[in-house]
Structures are given as structure tokens and as C-alpha cells.
């Protein structure tokens, strides 16, 4: 009787164990340090080349082995990259056609200029629903439903 409990906290613990370390890696974004970096099929030099992937994409962590990162896109697509490869500078991605950059976190600030699909910006900072961003051409404020992450 006392082996079947025993067993079975050992199995919820088990069981909560992998969920914590499942949950610490959800919303684990890492962006690509350099142009030209490859986003395999597998944890391993040898597998595919899917992408090259321009310097500051932004990635989500999906799983981990060993050096390599299991990562998601803005468009879900999946793959693995060497850990070397990213850092955690925060970037984001125009998720929609065509947006507006504004000088200000407001829809009433003047528009500074536009972003299109998969351009990349540094996140600068947040103001609720307004990311801060900065380009080498064009610095201002995007609404946040229209990038990734």
C-alpha cells in the first residue's frame, strides 16, 4: 500500500517536472546574431539547410538539446539552430503587409514612416499596446498586433 503512493507522487512529480521545464521555454524569444545563419531540419551540421536567416530574425525557443535550439517563426514554421547563433537582444518582425511607424505610442502621433511585411526591428521599449523601435533608416512606434513576437 505504501509502495502504490510512494510510486505515485514520484510520478506527478515527474509529471509536473517536465511541464515546468516545458512552460520556462514558452515565450523564449532569441533573435539570429548575423545574416546568412542556417536553420537546419535537425540538431546537427549534417541535416538540411531549411533557411538562411537575416541578422536580428526573431525566434522562439521550442525545446533545447545539447547546443542547439529547436525554434518557431512568426509563420510557425519549425526547425534547429545552434545556440551560438542567437543572443537575446529583443527584435521584432512585421507580421502584416504594410504598417504604419508613428512618432509616438498613439494612433494620433504623426506618421513617421511605414514597415513592411518581415522587416525586422529592435524592440527600444513598450508603452502598453506600442512597441518602440529603431532601424537604421527609421526609429518611431508600431502597434504590437502588427509584429511578432
Given amino acids: 500500500m505504501k509502495f502504490r503512493k510512494i ?3 514520484i ?3 515527474v509529471l509536473a517536472s517536465a511541464f515546468v521545464m516545458t512552460s520556462a521555454l514558452a515565450g523564449e524569444y532569441m533573435s539570429v546574431v548575423k ?4 536553420l ?3 540538431p546537427d551540421t549534417k541535416k538540411e ?3 538562411q536567416l537575416p541578422a ?3 525566434l522562439e525557443v521550442v ?4 547546443q542547439w535550439l529547436k525554434v518557431s517563426d512568426f509563420e510557425g514554421d519549425k526547425g534547429w539552430i545552434q545556440e551560438s547563433m542567437v543572443n537575446k537582444t529583443p527584435h521584432v ?5 504594410e504598417c504604419k511607424v508613428r512618432s509616438g505610442p498613439s494612433n494620433k502621433d504623426k506618421v513617421v514612416g511605414s514597415g513592411a511585411k518581415e522587416v525586422i526591428f529592435t524592440k527600444v521599449d513598450q508603452k502598453g499596446d506600442w512597441i518602440k523601435i529603431s532601424h537604421p533608416d527609421l526609429n518611431g512606434w508600431i502597434q504590437k498586433d502588427l509584429v511578432w513576437p
Fill in 11 to 13: 510520478s506527478l512529480t
Fill in 7 to 9: 510510486r505515485k507522487s
Fill in 35 to 38: 545574416d546568412g545563419i542556417n
Fill in 56 to 58: 536580428g530574425y526573431p
Fill in 63 to 66: 525545446e533545447r538539446k545539447g
Fill in 40 to 42: 537546419r531540419s535537425g
Fill in 93 to 97: 518582425i512585421v507580421k502584416v503587409k
Fill in 49 to 51: 539547410v531549411l533557411y
